[in-house]
């Protein structure tokens, strides 16, 4: 699927945010590690591709030291310390996406040397009419991820035979429905299993280099712009959809139910946050219980095609490894299903509960 994103229709558009093999990732001043999650997934799936970040507040420090990953990949003061860059992703998603101005300066640098300029946030480059012009004078792209024109609601046609759709869904935003899915198809291709990612988010885009910001899609035509993806990938013999919010949160439940219906999946995996009682941003909100979850995910899924719940992704950030064993051991009797957290225990059981599933349905 391509993206919507050049400046105008006189410039020449990347064949893919691929393409871009010498990034700096611009997070702003001591950016928190919270709301830097698109530069941690960067460094994590695009390491080879990313020569620094810059941040003045961290400069001198190894992105290992800050972000616990990235290895020795520099954190520097600004862009004139970075040689030879094609683009400057924007590495930051916080809380209404609007850009700080520490981030925009660098981007105004960036802009007045050619360079292109990739961001995921709501607030919008093209919108910025110095920027456009700026940009208009030096050849610089302004790419808005999140930009698009999906204007076609879904058919509820169905999808080829022998395709298998895996759906992550979750009690709340952020706890790792991203990083599951693409975890799911590193270990699926290491098999030598035909595994396709589908990017629902503007991070998930920026790493594998396409895909429906499904935030952004105007409401109506949500389950027909990620309905579309999967046509085209259904060639595909297992498609990973990531998935986005909860359908129980107050503000994003109605991407997460177009999303789900969109993508018509088999198969879920429920992803949630030891610990986490709460919605996140809305401390009055109390988060449902792993049980209602499932039985509420696959009842609202199967209105489509019958769904269900194959395994359960377990984010154990903020346990000891002890309290993780044992918190695992214990859904895993309650559930019934397979439990593991990827980043302790890597994506395994999860892998195995799909190829399973492959198996039952089109043995």
């Not at 003061?77 to 970075?82: G, I, M, N, R, T």
């Not at 035509?221 to 990938?233: I, P, R, Y």
């Amino acid at each position: 699927m391509k993206l919507e994103f050049d400046l105008d229709e006189q410039q020449t558009k990347p064949a893919s945010l691929l393409d871009y093999q010498r990034i700096a990732i611009a997070v702003g001043d001591g950016a928190p590690v919270a709301i830097s999650k698109t530069a941690m997934s960067l460094m994590r799936y695009r390491g080879e591709d990313i020569i620094a970040v810059i941040d003045a507040a961290n400069a001198g420090k190894s992105a290992q030291e800050v972000y616990r990953l990235g290895g020795t990949i520099p954190i520097v003061a600004s862009l004139s310390d970075v040689p030879d860059t094609d683009a400057i992703f924007v590495g930051i998603a916080p809380a209404g996406g609007v850009l700080p101005q520490s981030i925009r300066s660098v981007i105004a640098q960036g802009v007045d040397k050619g360079i292109d300029i990739v961001s995921g946030l709501h607030q919008f480059l093209i919108d910025d009419s110095e920027l456009v012009a700026a940009a208009r004078l030096s050849g610089s792209r302004l790419i808005d991820v999140r930009r698009n024109q999906y204007k076609k609601t879904a058919r509820g046609t169905g999808f080829r035979e022998g395709c298998l759709r895996i759906h992550t869904v979750g009690h709340d935003c952020a706890v790792g429905k991203m990083v599951v899915t693409l975890e799911l198809e590193r270990e699926l291709k290491q098999r030598g299993v035909d595994a396709q990612f589908l990017a629902t988010g503007q991070t998930g885009i920026m790493v594998s280099g396409r895909g429906v910001p499904v935030d952004c899609v105007v409401s109506d035509f949500v389950n027909g712009a990620v309905e579309e993806l999967v046509f085209q990938n259904e060639d595909h013999e297992i498609l990973l959809i990531e998935g986005q919010g909860s359908a129980t949160h107050p503000a994003f439940s109605a991407v997460t139910l177009g999303l789900l219906h969109g993508c018509a999946p088999q198969g879920l995996i429920l992803c949630y946050e030891v610990g986490r009682t709460v919605t996140m941003d809305y401390p009055h909100v109390p988060l449902m219980p792993l049980e209602y979850l499932r039985h509420l995910y696959e009842t609202i899924g199967s209105v489509r095609i019958p769904t269900k719940v194959i395994g359960i992704a377990m984010n154990s950030r903020y346990v000891t490894a002890e309290q993780a064993e044992a918190e695992k051991k214990l859904v895993e009797e309650s559930m019934g299903l397979p439990v593991c957290d990827v980043y302790r225990d890597g994506p395994t059981k999860l892998a195995d509960a799909v190829l399973k599933l492959k198996k039952e349905l089109f043995a």
